[in-house]
């Protein structure tokens, strides 16, 4: 019989994992898994059940929970020579790894996503010795945002980010930045620098257009140091989608990219307080197996 592990965080998406753990469990049932149930008590609980969902050799792990659920689950998954298809019932705040994948931001409607899912193997990144999934940001801008509360993201969501880091912009301070990939090099100063992996960052699905969720790259983005009326137009290119084409953006797609700067700069990785420079940041192509919907749920 196959098997199936569910990875459910109870505080995600206000508290709503319980309400819909019946929901999952009937719909994998229907699919004849039998069925594993781990709900996550502490940070790292996630990247364990995974680990143990590879090394017991389940078909598929679904993760219910926010992004901060899915990161861990994928951590646990990364390593490993054998790995389950993963499924996602997304429950956070912003939910961009699931947005790029076209997987419903309803939970109700991603379970039933389940049953007609096909699995695609997709990217994932590495920064240093740590995963992720969306986006690398350095520089004051991407800092601020370590200031959200988690009250601040329930209620305004994907603003949240972008309301904080805008709080900065009357008080930028460039860096001084050294940037190699894939044999290219970049030195100048910066405001902020985007290396991102999907299409969809911040709960905005239009940063880098460009990007597919196995296309093997890094899409990155280096905002140069900018009078504040400049910054502005750039912040409103970022949000149409049209941020490679300003003229104070040097954009570039890479495999590997390394990081230097004159200052001490800490990186926020997804969201969240990451490593601190110099940095390796890197790609790691078609990683793992995702379950996605298939072309007629997405459309």
Known sequence: ???????????????????????????????????????TEKEDDATKFAEQA????????????????????????AKKEYQPSLGIVPLGTVNDFARALNISMDPEEAIQQLKTAETK???????????FMNIIALGGIAEATFGVSVEQKTKLGPLAYMIEGFKTIREKEPFEADITYDGQKWEGKALLFLMALT??????????????????QLHCFIIKDVPLYKLITIMTALVKGELEEDENVTYFQAKEVHVN?????ISNVDGDEGAHVPLTVEVLG?????????EDQSD
């Open 121 to 131: 193997r997709v990217d994932i990144g590495r920064i240093n010795d740590r995963y």
């Open 261 to 265: 700067a004159d200052e001490d700069l």
């Open 1 to 39: 019989m196959k098997k199936a592990m569910l990875i459910l965080n109870p505080s995600s998406g206000k508290e709503e994992a319980l309400d819909h753990k019946e929901s999952v469990l009937n719909v994998l049932k229907e699919m004849e898994y039998e069925i594993t149930l781990k709900e």
């Open 54 to 77: 590879c090394e017991e050799r389940f078909d598929t792990v679904v993760s219910m929970g926010g992004d901060g659920t899915l990161n861990e689950t994928i951590t646990g998954l």
């Open 286 to 294: 078609s990683h793992i197996p995702i379950l996605c919907p298939s």
């Open 199 to 216: 299409n969809s960052v911040g709960g905005f699905e239009k940063l880098a257009p460009d990007a597919e969720v196995n296309d093997g």
